[in-house]
């Protein structure tokens, strides 16, 4: 099983920048897409962003489309979410999760990911 951990969230004017890092454990982490999704209080958890095993391909929800990029370091296995422009509707708990299945493309559908890290809240104020 998989172990995911979550880092880099805090709170941040809206207009900053901040970079999320998820590492990854227990499994090997290359032969997996990977999602970022997001929780805001009282809200459904919604995709993010989304990365192919190898990088090459991503996705990303439109909200944040020209202001946050998902990469990943397979040699580290770890996944990042730079998050930059942020506004204050970005506030929420952020998780990162691994796509079920070695090879599969990236999903943007929640029910296509397996194992979940325990979040990192971001927060933006006005």
């Known amino acids: 099983q998989v172990q995911l951990v979550e880092s880099g969230g805090g709170l941040v004017q809206a207009g900053g920048s901040l970079r999320l890092s998820c590492a990854a454990s227990g499994r090997t982490f290359s032969k997996y897409a990977m999602g970022w999704f997001r929780q805001a209080p009282g809200k459904e958890r919604a995709f993010v962003a989304a990365i192919s095993w190898s990088g090459g391909m991503t996705y990303y929800a439109d909200s944040v489309k020209g202001r946050f990029t998902i990469s990943r370091d397979n040699a580290k296995n770890t996944v990042y979410l730079q998050m930059n422009s942020l506004k204050p509707e970005d506030t929420a708990v952020y998780y990162c999760?691994?796509?079920?299945?070695?090879?599969?493309?990236?999903?943007?559908?929640?029910?296509?990911?397996?194992?979940w890290g325990q979040g990192t809240q971001v927060t933006v104020s006005s």
């Open positions: 999760a691994v796509r079920r299945g070695g090879y599969n493309p990236p999903s943007t559908d929640r029910a296509d990911f397996g194992s």
